[in-house]
């Protein structure tokens, strides 16, 4: 098991958020509006998002640790020490992020959203909707 996957950033997160200790565990805990700044390469893949619609946001956590396989959630000592995929740490052997926001404004290449706790500078690999029902997209 030792295959190598190709992935490229398609944009970056400009936020507030510029170290590691001043963002929220989780978006929906205190995690500030920010733009998703694409590449204009992808522009045409942007079509059809809506201002209100939740997305999915895929990214890379470019400053994680990747040889961590055990933490204590949340950073609490005195919690059990749990496999790291058991929980959402950012630090992980593939540190890819998953973050629910919602879209509130598109300007060309650049989305705005609310309640993301990824630091500024966060490399975006991919953006899905949220689907309602299985008939969708």
Do not use: C
């Not at 919690?79 to 598109?106: C, K, M, W, Y």
């Amino acid at each position: 098991m030792d295959g190598t996957y190709r992935a490229r950033a398609i944009g970056r997160v400009e936020s507030v958020l510029r170290e590691r200790g001043a963002a929220p565990r989780q978006g929906d805990e205190g995690g500030p509006d920010a733009w998703l700044a694409f590449d204009p390469a992808v522009e045409r893949g942007l079509r059809e998002l809506v201002v209100g619609q939740q997305l999915l946001l895929l990214t890379w956590l470019d400053r994680a640790d990747r040889t961590v396989l055990a933490v204590h959630p949340r950073g609490a000592a005195g919690r059990p020490e749990t496999g790291v995929f058991a929980t959402r740490s950012p630090d992980r052997p593939n540190p890819i992020g998953l973050h629910r926001v919602t879209l509130l404004a598109v300007e060309g290449t650049r989305l705005k959203v609310s309640d993301l706790e990824a630091l500024d500078g966060t490399p975006i690999l991919d953006v899905k909707p949220v689907l309602g029902g299985p008939d969708e997209r």
